[in-house]
């Protein structure tokens, strides 16, 4: 690591780079190589050519097993897992998604391809989550579906929508992408409500180099989904019975998310190691607070969410800009906020003063496979850094900006 | 004789089904070293090196300014439409997988189907014209059965009638017209690198056009991370192609004139031996000046052949070859589409008479030459003994 000793040591100011490698928020998990190839091996020895599936159907069954559940059913992305059952499920005739707007910034887009129009609900401020209170003022006539997402660090109020969405008689969807290891009181996550998506994105806890997956106890669904990611043909039969799209999950992806899969209890352990270093670390910075894992229950420790306390001494965009400019791929927190986004398709306009102000406070850290606890202390130690020189970073960077403006 | 089918108990020619489909894939030697790569630079998807590589290897091929890679064809359709903005409806041949009718439908689009010229199998130009009115946004054509449609004649109709015009060359790889490589032409053109192409990705796809706009406007759709959004798009489709899928599609890519080659010489055998069995007619790739000959399509003429094209297909379903093609998607029942085909279909004689006659062969790496001539010898059986088939049947 390249100390930085004075303000001028900082990259934003052409100092050196603290990380010749970025270190991001992606997990870029990195399975056992030979178990990859283990996997592989499958379609190439047992005559399994590449277009049948075979590891496909292995990796569902292990998911579900994993999940708990009675169904998974593998898609070539989460993003399309989510549209296909959204559609899947939307109650005929109704047009409006209830979402929250502190989520993913592709969500809107999802409900666009599926014609479904976004309803975006306010979040708690303990929790960055949607909950029954916030989605039950978002409930009308019109509602068709209910998309349940789980914040980042933790989970929703589960139980609490399951009540709403029976009270209400709509279908509620999870978005689980965040929440793959989490378990509450009532189960591991992936049983609840009629299904949940998840991810397999290289980025996520399971890299399957992209793709996604649903887990359900609905035996109908899961088989309407099989249908409707393959064109919409009845297995066996030359029959297209539903509204089809092409969404399979390849066998290469499959054989990377089977061995991101034997991997998950160590991962597990190292995020864990990983979040511990941020939490000891970040206690002795003033101003900057770790969002904590609730650990009453199993989670996975993946992401690491800390929120900029009012007396933290620069604005977050400035900390993101220095930050950045060291290879430290810190995020802003989802943010903008969806509903404060420009859309050219429909959504239900939405005034959403709490999640604006949470929608400033958080950032994301670098976490995963190529994050190392002595990364985590040189990232720490140049946050404490840039807050004991706030003053003079400030005056410096609005200089420059007046300068280049 | 008939005992020897195994429709009435033989042991099939095939011990294993034959299925239809290209499927060329790398050794396990050049996976494993492709593999391995990507496991030491540790980048898997958003647009890598391998990708980066790719597309550039593909703008040489193809001679085309920009190729975006995507993870399925059927994607990188829906992206083609919606870059140009289609509305209303757009007119499609009868006669193509299932996936350009649905992908309409998830767009909010109506399908118009075209029926096919019974000379060269593709869209017929002049049943065009009379589908056209003010609510058609576009033709999406087709090139089919390692063969094209007519280019020059549909693009000067499409501007003509100001609609716009783009290519769904889903299994027209490597094929070229007038020794130009098909992927130029249109405003657009997706060719699918499922396994069953000639070109496979594992599954893939990749969109082929000389339009800078519209190559920006996907660009952000797919979306490419790291790439400046300069357009101003609606959606996002999240199609991104990941780097085993990208390592799988240049090794193919590498091989393309070798698997071209095998594919010939199977092609050859077939229309050899086939064009001895009366009855019997292979559909040669027409309108094009080099075929990828990816697909052996034969019609049967039930007269001259002695059985129909359905009890052929029995007989071969028992040698355990597996026809016909579920590519072709239009002739099943369809939830979906029943009600406007049914309306449509009356004036789609041709496309209905091609769906009653059809039969695909099975090409490509699982398929040995002497396969083939088993495949051959078996076809050259049946007409030989359909009068003692169809009696036998008929008890």
Known sequence: MIKKIKVDDLAIFNGSCLFAIPKSTSNLLQPDFDKFMGYSKLFFDQNHNISDGYLVKLLEQRLAAFHQTDYCVTFCSGFWALAITMSALALKDKTEIVMPSLTYRRMPDIAAWTKLTPRFCEVESTTLAMSAATVRSCINDNTALILGVHPIVNCCDINGLLDLAKEKNIPLLFDSVESVYESTADGKVGSFGIAEAFSLHACKLLNGFGGGYITTNDASLAKQLVMMRGFGFIENANTEIVAGMSAELNEMHAAMALASLDDVEKQIERNRERYYTYKDLLSTVQGIQLVEFDERYCVGYKNIVAELLDDWPLSREDTISILNAENILVRSYYSPPLHSKSMLFPFVPAELPLTDSLAERFINFPCGHLVSNTDIADIVETLAFISINANIICERLHKNKVVQG | ?395
């Open chain 2, 1 to 395: 004789m008939t005992n020897n089918f195994a429709l009435f108990g033989a042991k099939p020619i095939f011990d294993n089904p034959l299925s239809l489909g290209q499927f060329y894939f790398p050794s396990l030697e050049r996976y494993e070293a492709a593999f391995q790569g990507i496991f030491e630079r540790q980048y898997y998807n958003n647009n890598g090196p391998l990708l980066n590589e790719l597309e550039n290897k593909l703008q040489e091929f193809l001679g085309v300014k920009h190729a975006i890679c995507v993870s399925n064809a059927t994607l990188g359709m829906m992206m083609v439409a919606d870059a140009m903005e289609l509305y209303g409806k757009v007119v499609i041949p009868a006669i193509n997988f299932v996936s350009t009718a649905q992908l309409l439908s998830w767009l909010g689009l109506k399908p118009v189907f075209c029926d096919i010229d019974l000379n060269t199998f593709q869209m017929d130009i002049n049943q065009i014209d009379e589908l056209i009115d003010k609510d058609v946004s576009a033709i999406i054509a087709a090139n089919l059965w390692g063969g094209a449609c007519n280019e020059k004649l549909i693009s000067e109709f499409a501007e003509s009638k100001r609609v716009q015009l783009c290519f769904d060359s889903a299994h027209a790889f490597g094929c070229r017209v007038n020794n130009l490589p098909i992927g130029n032409f249109g405003v657009a053109e997706v060719f699918s690198f499922n396994a069953k192409n000639i070109l496979s990705a594992a599954e893939g796809g990749c969109i082929c056009t000389n339009d800078d706009n519209i190559a920006a406007r996907l660009k952000s759709i797919r979306p490419s991370y790291g790439v400046a959004n300069t357009v101003s798009i609606v959606r996002v489709a999240n199609a991104r192609m990941s780097e085993a899928q990208a390592a799988i599609a240049l090794m193919n890519l590498d091989d393309f004139s070798e698997n071209q080659k095998q594919n010939q010489c199977l092609y050859q055998i077939y229309e050899t031996n086939i064009s001895t069995i009366p009855g019997l007619n292979i559909v040669k790739p027409s309108g094009v000046s080099f075929s990828n000959k990816q697909y052996v399509i034969c019609i049967v003429d039930e007269a001259l052949f002695g059985l129909s094209r359905d009890l052929l297909i029995e007989i071969l379903k028992a040698e355990n070859i597996s026809i016909p093609s579920d590519f072709y998607a239009l002739p099943y029942p369809s939830q979906t589409y029943d009600q406007e085909l049914s309306r449509q279909m009356n004036s789609l004689p041709n496309t209905k008479s091609f769906f009653s006659t059809y039969i695909e062969l099975p090409i490509g790496a699982l398929v040995s030459t002497e396969s083939v001539e088993r495949i051959c010898d078996l076809l050259n059986r049946v007409h030989q003994s359909s009068a003692e088939i169809y009696k036998r049947l008929e008890k």
